[in-house]
Antibody, heavy 127, light 108 residues
Framework: QVQLQESGPGLVKPSQTLSLTCTVS??????????WSWIRQPPGKGLEWIGY???????YYNPSLKSRLTLSVDTSKNQFSLKLSSVTAADTAVYYC???????????????????WGKGTTVTVSS | DIQMTQSPSSLSASVGDRVTITCRAS??????LNWYQQKPGKAPKLLIY???SLQSGVPSRFSGSGSGTDFTLTISSLQPEDFATYHC??????????FGQGTKMEIK
């Protein structure tokens, strides 16, 4: 059974870079059917999709964060990572990693669903 | 980006009630719609994918329907463990994926 676990600092100073890692256990990150997503949830608010990465290195970033965001993957460690630069208090949130399963017919648009999630890690941006 | 709007934002119901939550997309998304359940302090859990397909292990009292711009999540008979927040999410065409604002279901 695949499990995901986020790790990283819980406190980041304004203007610095937020760095998180998601470790995948119980399965390989190198399956072509899966994309690996980051999602965040500010306190008391809804969910925001941050972006995803494929084991091949292919990425898609939310345009609202694109200028500050870098996603990477390390297949040897079965991990993927997020770096968000120039953070402000607005970046304070619970950050989740998730497996995004892509399926369907290649002649049509693929379906995606986030079927496995990490437990989440709280990141606070404060001096 | 495609905007997703859920209604109601909150809902009070009793054990045994049949409840329906609605999600509307700002443009047609065919059946590229997922539903998640989130309990306080926990990660979301996938309930329904592709608008109407039940995720493995999810009780059959949960069902989803709709296509185009209008979708519903129905719980046929509310159980105590169903009191949670429910989120819809679209995955149409290319990212970014977007979520509805959530519907908080509370005990009446």
């Amino acid at each position: 059974q695949v499990q995901l676990q986020e790790s990283g600092p819980g406190l980041v100073k304004p203007s610095q870079t937020l760095s998180l890692t998601c470790t995948v256990s119980g399965g390989s990150i190198s399956s072509g059917d899966y994309y690996w997503s980051w999602i965040r949830q500010p306190p008391g608010k809804g969910l925001e999709w941050i972006g995803y990465i494929h084991y091949s290195g292919s990425t898609y970033y939310n345009p609202s964060l694109k200028s500050r965001l870098t996603l990477s993957v390390d297949t040897s460690k079965n991990q993927f990572s997020l770096k968000l630069s120039s953070v402000t208090a607005a970046d304070t949130a619970v950050y989740y990693c998730a497996r995004d399963f892509a399926w369907g017919h290649p002649d049509y648009s693929y379906y995606y669903q986030m079927d496995v999630w990490g437990k989440g890690t709280t990141v606070t941006v404060s001096s | 980006d495609i905007q997703m709007t859920q209604s109601p934002s909150s809902l009070s119901a009793s054990v045994g009630d049949r409840v329906t939550i609605t999600c509307r997309a700002s443009q047609s998304i065919s059946t590229y719609l997922n539903w998640y359940q989130q309990k306080p302090g926990k990660a979301p859990k996938l309930l329904i994918y592709a608008a109407s397909s039940l995720q493995s292990g999810v009780p059959s009292r949960f069902s989803g329907s709709g296509s185009g711009t209008d979708f519903t999540l129905t719980i046929s008979s509310l159980q105590p463990e169903d009191f949670a927040t429910y989120h819809c999410q679209q995955s149409y065409s290319t990212p970014p994926w977007t979520f509805g604002q959530g519907t908080k279901m509370e005990i009446k």
